[in-house]
T-cell receptor
Framework: EAGVVQSPRYKIIEKKQPVAFWCNPI?????LYWYLQNLGQGPELLIR????????DSQLPKDRFSAERLKGVDSTLKIQPAELGDSAVYLC????????????FGAGTRLSVL | DAKTTQPTSMDCAEGRAANLPCNHS???????VYWYRQIHSQGPQYIIH???NNETNEMASLIITEDRKSSTLILPHATLRDTAVYYC????????????FGQGTELSVKP
């Protein structure tokens, strides 16, 4: 069974440019998460989807970040415009409906903003 | 803020058991203890979780104290590939699925 797939694995852009990250969750997983991980820190939640609905986006900087999960499967996270401080690893995770809700993570996209 | 306290780093000899402690003194009755690890340049990997009873799977064992205020993750025969940051997380399984990661323990397995 394929795990959570993210692309690209690495992205280098100049500041003020737009960037997008893509995530394909594990088949059948209704819940999808985007986390941000700064160097030397643990991941922090940006947004959580239940099917197509964003149910927790309280930590998403909405002035420049946006996300979508149009058909309740794949998701895209976008930054426009990127700032130097956005350099980090962006992780996607998914989980199935259930009380223990184990989250499975992709390998992440490492973003470098120059 | 994370609800757990872990040592910043630990060393373990290859082939020996690695015992990683975690304090969670404010854990509530419906919160589970989860362990994840993150190998360099990879995403976090689920290891094991438990509520009250000790748990064992193919990767590790989880020992939870009777008062549930602390737990220990045991890797019975550590290998070099177990070198990673290990995160202990407490979470209400009935709440929305956010995992709150702390700093974790950086485990170095040495030959």
């Amino acid at each position: 069974e394929a795990g959570v797939v993210q692309s690209p694995r690495y992205k280098i852009i100049e500041k003020k440019q737009p960037v997008a990250f893509w995530c394909n969750p594990i088949s059948g997983h209704n819940t999808l998460y985007w986390y941000l991980q700064n160097l030397g820190q643990g991941p922090e939640l940006l947004i959580r989807y239940e099917n197509e609905e964003a149910v927790d986006d309280s930590q998403l900087p909405k002035d420049r970040f946006s996300a979508e999960r149009l058909k309740g499967v794949d998701s895209t996270l976008k930054i426009q415009p990127a700032e130097l401080g956005d350099s980090a690893v962006y992780l996607c995770a998914s989980s199935a409906t259930g009380s223990t809700n184990i989250q499975y993570f992709g390998a992440g996209t490492r973003l470098s903003v120059l | 803020d994370a609800k757990t306290t872990q040592p910043t780093s630990m060393d373990c000899a290859e082939g020996r058991a690695a015992n990683l402690p975690c304090n969670h003194s404010t854990i509530s009755g419906n919160e589970y203890v989860y362990w994840y690890r993150q190998i360099h340049s990879q995403g976090p990997q689920y290891i094991i979780h438990g509520l009250k009873n000790n748990e064992t799977n193919e990767m590790a064992s989880l020992i939870i104290t009777e008062d549930r205020k602390s737990s220990t993750l045991i890797l019975p025969h550590a290998t070099l590939r177990d070198t990673a940051v290990y995160y202990c997380i407490v979470r209400d399984a009935n709440q929305g699925g956010k995992l709150i990661f702390g700093q974790g323990t950086e485990l170095s397995v040495k030959p």
